[in-house]
C-alpha cells in the first residue's frame, strides 16, 4: 500500500558533457583599485598614530591588562552582565505572554512596565535602586494589607550588588519584552492551528510550537542587548557598584595619573568579550535556524540563498524532473 | 442506544458569524451535513462559499454562532447539565475532543523546527504521553505508509509540497483519529505533484476510514466520494451520491459551477 517516489534525482551528481566556458576579458576597473588604495593608507595612517604615539604607553596598558584588579573587575562585568541578562530573559517572556493574554488586567500591566522602564533613563532606575533602603528602610514578608510575618532590614536583604543586578535586570526585560513579542508575532498562526487541531493544549503549543520557532527572530537582537549591557554595566557606579571593571580601572588610572592607558585597557577587555559573545551568538542562531534553510540568516521566503536550496530540496526530493534550470514556483 | 446507527458527523442548524454589528458577515446560513461512519463525504463550491468554515467548526477551530454538533455522539464543545442548561467545555477537553479529529491544511503547516519523523512524534507524545522510543517507532511506521520513509529526517523546507502533504496526512493519522478532515489539500500544490497526495488519501478511503474532504478535484470526488455535497453563499444547495450531483445536477447554480471547474 505504501506509495514509492522515483528514486532521488542526483544533485550534484557527476556532470557530463559541460560546455566550455565563455572567455571574455572583465570591465576594466580602475576605480576599485584607486579605492582600495586609498582605504590601506588611511588604515595604515591610523595604526601608525596610535602605535607610534608615546602618550598612549602601551607599556602601561600591557601591564594592567593582567593585573589582579582589573581581571576581578572583569569576573564582575561578566556576573552582571550574564546574571542580569539572564533574569530579564525569564521577566521578558513573562510580559510578551501577558501582553499576548486575552485578559485585559495582564495586557494593560504588561504595557505599564514597558512604557515606565523603557521611558525612564537607565542611570536614574540605578540610583532609585541604590537609595530604596532609604525610601523602604524595612521589607516584610505578610499578607497584603495584613499582618506581617518576617521583617528585614532593607539593607540586608538589597546589597550595593543586588541592587545593580535587578537595576539592569529589570530595565533590560522591558526592552527584551518587545524583541519576544515580535518574536511570538513573527510565527505563522498555522503552526498553532496545526498544533490545535492536533489535541495541544494553548501552554503546550507556546512551549513545543511557538516559542522554537519564535527563538529564530528573538536570538539575533537579543545577542545585540547582550553586548550593549556589557557595556551598561559600567553604569552601575550610580548605585554604587565600583567593583566592576570601568570603575576598577578608572580607579587605578585616577591614583597613577594614567587615565588613558587604563581606558584602553578597560576597552580591550570590553572588545575581548564582545569577540567571544560574537561566536557564541552564531552557533546560537544555528542551532535556532535548523529546519530554515540551514541558515543562521533565516528566512524562509528570503534571499537567493534560500531560493536555491529550496530548488535544490525540490530536485532531492526527486518527485519533479531533473532540470537545473527548473524555478521554484512560490 | 445503538451505536452502529450513530453518525461520525451530524451538524445540524449550523451558523457560523464573523464579526459584529455592521460589518458581521454570515458565512454558514444554517448548514445540516450527516456523514455516515467508514464513509467519504466530498463538499464542493466556489471559493468563499463557507465550506473551509464548515470544515473546521467540525473540530472547533471555528466556534460556531448557533446550531449544534455532534462527532460520534458527542456534542462539541459544551455540555448540558442535569437542568438541560448549556455550558461551554473547559479548553483541556475541547483539546481532547480535537485530539480525536485529523486535519489536513492547505498549507500544510508543518512545523518547521522538526524534522518529519519528529512532526508525526511530537503530538502522541505530548497529549497522548506515550514513550518517545514508541511514537517514533509508530512515526516511522506511519511515514513508511505514506510513501516517505526515506525522508524521514528532512525538515519540512527540504521536502516537495506533495511530500510535505503527505507527512501532514501521516501526523494527523499519528492520533488514531476516527474522523479525518481535509481543507483543499492538494489546492497549494503544484499539477505534478497533486497526484501522489490524492493517492494516499485513496488508500485512507479504502481502508475505511472517515473522511470530510474540501477540494476542487471533481475527479476525486466522481472516484472515491460515497457522498458529495455543493455549498454556495453559506447554504447546502443540493447533496447526494456523486453520480448523482456530478452527472446530474438538478440546481442551476451546481450546472453552473461545474461547467466552470470540468
Known amino acids: 500500500m505504501a506509495l514509492t517516489t522515483a528514486p532521488g534525482a542526483a544533485v550534484g551528481g557527476p556532470p557530463t558533457d559541460l560546455p566550455e566556458p565563455l572567455n571574455a576579458r572583465p570591465v576594466p576597473r580602475p576605480g576599485r583599485w584607486l579605492s582600495a588604495a586609498v582605504m590601506l593608507v588611511l588604515a595604515a595612517m591610523v595604526v601608525h598614530a596610535l602605535v607610534t604615539n608615546p602618550n598612549f604607553r602601551w607599556d602601561t596598558v600591557w601591564l594592567y591588562l593582567r593585573d589582579v584588579n582589573v581581571?576581578?573587575?572583569?569576573?564582575w562585568t561578566l556576573v552582571l552582565t550574564f546574571g542580569s541578562m539572564a533574569i530579564a530573559v525569564v521577566l521578558a517572556v513573562l510580559l510578551a505572554i501577558m501582553r499576548r493574554s486575552d485578559n485585559p488586567v495582564m495586557r494593560s500591566v504588561s504595557w505599564a512596565y514597558i512604557w515606565f522602564f523603557r521611558g525612564t533613563p537607565i542611570y536614574t532606575q540605578l540610583v532609585f535602586w541604590g537609595l530604596i533602603s532609604v525610601l523602604y528602610p524595612r521589607l516584610s514578608l505578610g499578607v497584603p494589607f495584613g499582618p506581617e510575618f518576617f521583617?528585614?532590614?532593607?539593607?540586608?536583604v538589597i546589597?550595593?550588588?543586588w541592587a545593580a543586578l535587578v537595576g539592569l535586570a529589570l530595565n533590560e526585560a522591558a526592552y527584551l519584552a518587545e524583541i519576544v513579542r515580535a518574536g511570538l508575532g513573527s510565527v505563522d498562526p498555522g503552526q498553532a492551528q496545526a498544533a490545535r487541531a492536533l489535541g495541544m493544549t494553548e501552554p503546550r503549543i507556546l512551549r513545543r510550537i511557538v516559542l522554537p520557532q519564535a527563538m529564530r527572530v528573538?536570538?539575533?537582537p537579543t545577542g545585540n542587548e547582550t553586548i550593549s549591557m556589557l557595556k551598561t554595566t559600567s553604569l552601575v557606579v550610580a548605585v554604587p557598584f565600583t567593583l566592576e571593571i570601568t570603575y576598577a580601572t578608572s580607579a587605578i588610572g585616577t591614583r597613577t595619573f594614567q587615565p588613558i592607558p587604563l581606558l584602553i585597557v578597560a576597552a580591550l577587555w570590553y572588545l575581548l568579550i564582545t569577540s567571544v559573545l560574537m561566536v557564541g551568538q552564531y552557533y546560537v542562531e544555528r542551532y535556532y535556524g535548523r529546519g530554515f534553510d540551514g541558515g543562521a540568516t533565516g528566512g524562509r521566503r528570503g534571499g537567493p540563498g534560500g531560493r536555491l536550496s529550496r530548488q535544490a530540496a525540490?530536485?532531492?526530493a526527486g518527485t519533479t524532473k531533473d532540470d537545473p534550470f527548473a524555478e521554484v514556483t512560490p | 442506544m445503538?451505536?452502529?446507527t450513530t453518525p461520525m458527523v451530524e451538524a445540524r442548524d449550523v451558523h457560523k458569524v464573523f464579526g459584529h454589528g455592521e460589518g458581521a458577515l454570515h458565512v454558514l446560513r444554517?448548514?445540516?451535513l450527516v456523514v455516515p461512519k467508514g464513509s467519504v463525504t466530498v463538499v464542493l463550491g466556489p471559493s468563499g462559499s463557507g465550506k473551509s468554515t464548515l470544515l473546521r467548526c467540525l473540530n472547533e477551530l471555528e466556534q460556531i454562532t448557533a446550531g449544534s454538533v455532534h462527532v460520534d455522539g458527542e456534542l462539541l464543545g459544551y455540555r448540558h447539565d442535569a437542568k438541560g442548561l448549556l455550558h461551554r467545555l473547559h479548553p483541556r477537553k475541547i483539546a481532547a475532543q480535537r485530539s480525536r479529529i485529523g486535519m489536513v491544511?492547505?498549507?500544510?503547516h508543518l512545523f518547521g523546527h522538526m524534522t518529519a519523523l519528529e512532526n508525526v512524534a511530537e503530538a502522541p507524545v505530548q497529549v497522548r504521553g506515550l514513550s518517545k522510543a514508541a511514537a517514533r517507532a509508530r512515526a516511522a511506521e506511519l511515514l513508511e505508509r505514506v510513501g516517505l520513509s526515506d525522508r524521514v529526517d528532512h525538515y519540512p523546507a527540504q521536502l516537495s509540497g506533495g511530500q510535505q502533504q503527505r507527512v501532514a496526512i501521516a501526523r494527523a493519522l499519528a492520533m488514531d483519529p476516527e474522523l479525518m478532515l481535509f481543507d483543499e489539500p492538494t489546492s497549494a500544490l503544484d499539477p505534478e505533484l497533486v497526484g501522489e497526495v490524492l493517492a494516499v488519501m485513496q488508500d485512507l478511503a479504502r481502508s475505511g476510514m472517515t473522511m470530510v474532504v474540501v477540494t476542487h478535484e471533481i475527479g476525486f470526488a466522481r472516484e472515491v466520494a460515497d457522498h458529495v455535497v455543493f455549498m454556495d453563499d453559506g447554504v447546502v444547495v443540493e447533496q447526494g451520491p456523486p453520480a448523482q450531483v456530478l452527472d446530474a445536477p438538478s440546481e442551476p447554480r451546481l450546472r453552473e459551477f461545474l461547467a466552470h471547474v470540468l
Open chain 1, 71 to 75: 581581571v576581578r573587575g572583569v569576573g
Open chain 1, 151 to 156: 521583617v528585614f532590614d532593607t539593607r540586608d
Open chain 1, 159 to 161: 546589597t550595593a550588588f
Open chain 1, 218 to 220: 528573538i536570538v539575533p
Open chain 1, 314 to 316: 525540490i530536485r532531492g
Open chain 2, 2 to 4: 445503538t451505536t452502529t
Open chain 2, 30 to 32: 444554517g448548514v445540516d
Open chain 2, 105 to 108: 491544511f492547505q498549507r500544510f
